[in-house]
């Protein structure tokens, strides 16, 4: 029988040259996780702005993932701390708006981390399927 | 906005249609708002493809481009080339990666995986609908480029971008070149020894201007972009300086008190904390292992050259790109392995080509005894049936077991070769070492990986039992004086440039290319690239003509002087901008400065010095920044897409 997990979507934020490459290599490996997890590449993790956040989380999605680049951002350690400080804001703006903070959830993905973005992936809907 | 879209779903043979029901995405898309055009294709990469789309574009005057095919890593630029060449600027194309992260990630899940690349596919659409047509950024490229690892695959990547004119820095991380060719006596298809080559090799790096050798180097740390990579190299203290005469040299080997089991000679012979491999070895001066030296001094006195208190040294450099040539390990079977670490007379194929090797012609002999009969155990280490284990076939090794045997009988009198295969993989031109191996009387028996060989020892005899396919499955024990496992290749241990590169690895653990056959060296780090038996097992031509291929992407890469990256940099909408400033506190590139009249103040950026990160975007309060390519219509499009139903 089909989880209830299983017909949630999440939509994933993931970084051209660093967390993306490893959601490929969760595929080319096999590495399976649920159809309903969704991706869109940027430049970097902290380049997210939070009305897209809301937008998603608003227009349909059960949760967002911020498949960060962390320490491995190309374009230095600003990175780290901007992109947990976007997260903070975007939390606290969801909760304004009644939207469970738990719906944003944010990860240092590198782009070998193929087998940590499948974990992270199952273990996110496991936590949206309980709010 | 654009009107005229042409869509292109990709079925990749059958990596994408075998589980996407491509017609079903077609037909949910071809009716949207500003669709002009919406086709399925075998292979949306091939000539006819690419011709076919060219003239939709033309013929239909197509606005705008979406192909939902593999991932933009690996057909991004082939596809902007088909938009350019059709006259559409290429940043009116969006590639939607159905492959990846859709049919292959999801491949038990045909129905929602087909559901999925439908809104991938209209997040792609609403997407493009939005887009700009953007002319590519020029930066100057750094005429120089990092080898790592000089066996034979990077010396010659390191001679081919030095004949182009490119500056090369040449990091070996042991204290001798060569590698693992420099272990191997006489190559098959060759009339030369390994250390042959490796001279020969040399002496082009010895003799090139544009080539800088750096021996116990190891990359520490790396940052920047292709074009401008910054590297940091520590350099381990040789402790010896300059020339000291051979006897003293000697000398002070032969005092070490240290004495530890030889690694060039796979543990066969051992070694002084001092040492050297083999004579004619570059470079020709000892080198002293600090991990086993004691420290007591007895060859400093008697050698001026040797310096106990050398430093190691750090060098800070900069490159246009880096090619990763480290090389493997061979497989080590594990305890009990075919009797391996219990049976004294069982070696790894490695070890037997060293006892060959070091052994003087006439008899082989070893532990004191002569040998006579040799069996040999195929496939060790690699063709394995559990998930987890080495299931790759390491390809060099059928080769280099008859070559050995063949080797084995010239030297030696009375040698009777025996080998327990699973299918000879002599592929090409090395089929003749095979039918040489036949023809001096080698046995030739057939194992099935249901049915292993097995090893024992019974009153201080060897004995190797198989269950011969090749004579309807007749069990059959022979004695024999030898056992050689023929080992496979295993990605290098203690190999930490992956991890600092962010260089991806596959499901065999070596490094992983962006594609086999269409991007074979690179990686999806721009300007890292692979070559060699680091991204999996090859014969030394295999590894030579990889390292030349990934010197020919490298050199062309930057020749040309100029690197062209994307054209994504922030926009600041003055209108909205308040001049507040917070975003200048979070650009890392101080790319953003002040402007405007003091009634209105407000923010710009430094086109020179974005780097089109997006860390500006979020902070600013009024929202008056944007990503080119990332703008709020894009990527709320995007969504929009994602959602839609």
Redesign the interface.
């Known amino acids: 029988m089909e989880s209830s997990s299983a017909k949630l979507?999440v939509?994933v934020f993931s970084t051209d040259?660093?967390s993306?490459?490893?959601?490929?290599?969760?595929?080319?490996?096999?590495?399976?996780?649920?159809?309903?997890v969704?991706?869109?590449s940027?430049?970097?993790s902290?380049?997210?702005?939070?009305?897209?956040i809301i937008?998603?989380l608003q227009?349909?999605?059960d949760g967002v993932f911020i498949a960060a680049d962390g320490t491995?951002c190309?374009?230095?350690e600003?990175?780290v701390p901007?992109t947990a400080?976007?997260v903070a804001?975007t939390q606290i703006k969801m909760e304004k708006l009644g939207i469970a903070p738990q719906r944003l959830k944010m990860a240092a993905i590198?782009?070998?981390c193929?087998e940590p973005f499948v974990r992270y992936m199952n273990s996110f809907l496991h936590d949206l399927d309980t709010i | 906005m654009k009107k005229r879209i042409g869509v292109y779903v990709c079925h990749c043979g059958g990596n994408i249609s075998d589980v996407v029901n491509v017609s079903e995405v077609v037909t949910a898309v071809k009716d949207m708002e500003g669709v002009a055009i919406a086709k399925n294709t075998l292979f949306a990469c091939s000539d006819a493809a690419q011709n076919e789309i060219v003239n939709d574009i033309t013929s239909l005057h197509l606005d705008a481009l979406v192909i939902a095919s593999c991932?933009p890593?690996l057909h991004l630029h082939t596809f902007r080339a088909v938009a350019e060449r059709a006259g559409l600027n290429s940043y009116n194309y969006v590639q939607v990666?159905i492959?990846?992260?859709?049919?292959?990630?999801?491949?038990?899940?045909k129905v929602?995986?087909t559901?999925?690349a439908i809104?991938?596919v209209k997040?792609g659409i609403e997407r493009v609908i939005f887009s700009r047509a953007m002319e590519p950024f020029s930066i100057p490229a750094e005429q120089s480029v990092m080898v790592l690892g000089a066996g034979i695959g990077g010396m010659r990547s390191a001679i081919s971008l030095a004949n182009v004119g490119l500056q090369v820095y040449l990091l070996e991380r042991e204290f001798f070149i060569g590698g693992r060719t420099a272990q191997w006596g006489d190559l098959s298809a060759a009339y030369e020894n390994g250390p042959e080559v490796v001279s020969r090799l040399f002496k082009q790096i010895r003799e090139h201007a544009n080539i800088h050798l750096f021996i116990g180097a190891e990359l520490i740390s790396q940052?920047?972009?292709i074009g401008s990579f910054e590297v940091k190299v520590k350099i381990k203290p040789r402790r010896i300086s300059g020339d000291c005469d051979e006897s003293g040299f000697n000398q002070a080997i032969s005092i070490c008190p240290v004495e530890v089991p030889d690694d060039f000679n796979f543990g066969l012979t051992s070694r002084k904390a001092i040492y050297q491999h083999y004579p004619s070895e570059y470079p020709a001066i000892p080198a002293i292992d600090d991990a086993n030296c004691n420290f007591c001094g007895a060859c400093e006195s008697l050698c001026k050259s040797i310096d106990l208190n050398q430093k190691e040294e750090i060098l800070n450099l900069k490159v246009g790109n880096i090619i990763v040539n480290t090389g493997f390990d061979p497989y080590e079977p594990t305890r009990g392995e075919f009797g391996y670490n219990e049976i004294e007379r069982v070696l790894t194929l490695p070890q037997f080509k060293r006892l060959v090797d070091i052994s003087g012609a006439g008899k082989l002999n070893f532990k004191g005894k002569q040998i006579h009969t040799i069996t040999y155990i195929f496939c060790v280490g690699s063709r394995q049936g559990e998930e987890g284990e080495n299931q790759y076939c390491s390809r060099y090794c059928c080769t280099t077991a008859l070559n050995t045997a063949i080797i084995v009988k010239r030297k030696f009198a009375d040698i009777t070769n025996i080998h327990c295969t699973r299918g000879i993989r002599t592929y090409g031109k090395q089929e003749l070492i095979y039918e040489e191996s036949s023809r001096q009387g080698d046995i030739f028996l057939e194992f099935s990986f249901e049915n292993m060989p097995v090893v024992e020892e019974r009153n201080g005899k060897v004995f190797v039992r198989i269950k011969d396919i090749l004579t309807a499955n007749r069990e059959m024990e022979a004695e024999t004086d030898l056992v050689v496992l023929i080992t496979g290749m295993v990605p290098r241990r203690n190999n930490n440039i992956?991890?600092m590169l962010?260089?991806?690895?596959?499901?065999d653990h070596f490094f992983?290319e962006i594609h086999a056959k269409l991007r074979p060296v690179e990686t999806?780090?721009?300007g890292v690239l692979i070559a060699g038996t680091c991204q999996g097992p090859k014969n030394i031509m295999e590894t030579l003509n990889s390292s030349m291929a990934a010197a020919a992407k490298s050199a062309a890469s930057l020749s040309s002087g100029t690197i062209h990256l994307e054209p994504?940099v922030a926009d600041v909408n003055t209108d909205q901008c308040t001049g507040c400033g917070i975003c200048l506190t979070?650009c890392?590139?101080d790319a953003i400065v002040t402007a405007g009249p003091e009634d209105k103040p407000a923010v710009s950026i430094v086109i020179s010095r974005c780097?089109?990160?997006?860390?500006c975007?979020?902070?600013c309060p009024e929202?008056a920044i944007e990503?080119y390519g990332?703008t709020?219509e894009e990527?709320?499009g995007?969504?929009?897409g994602?959602?839609s139903y």
Request: with cysteine; charged share 20%.
């Open positions: 979507k939509l040259k660093i993306d490459p490893a959601i490929d290599l969760a595929g080319l490996l096999k590495k399976h996780y649920p159809a309903g969704y991706t869109i940027v430049p970097c902290s380049a997210i702005k939070p009305r897209w937008h998603a227009r349909g999605f491995d190309p374009y230095g600003l990175c901007n400080n976007l804001a590198c782009s070998i193929a | 991932s890593k990666n492959r990846e992260q859709c049919s292959w990630a999801h491949s038990y899940e929602s995986a559901g999925k809104q991938l997040s940052s920047g972009n992956a991890q962010k260089i991806p690895t596959g499901r992983n999806v780090i721009d994504i979070v890392p590139f780097k089109g990160c997006g860390m975007l979020p902070v929202d990503l990332f709020n990527m709320e995007m969504i929009d994602l959602t």
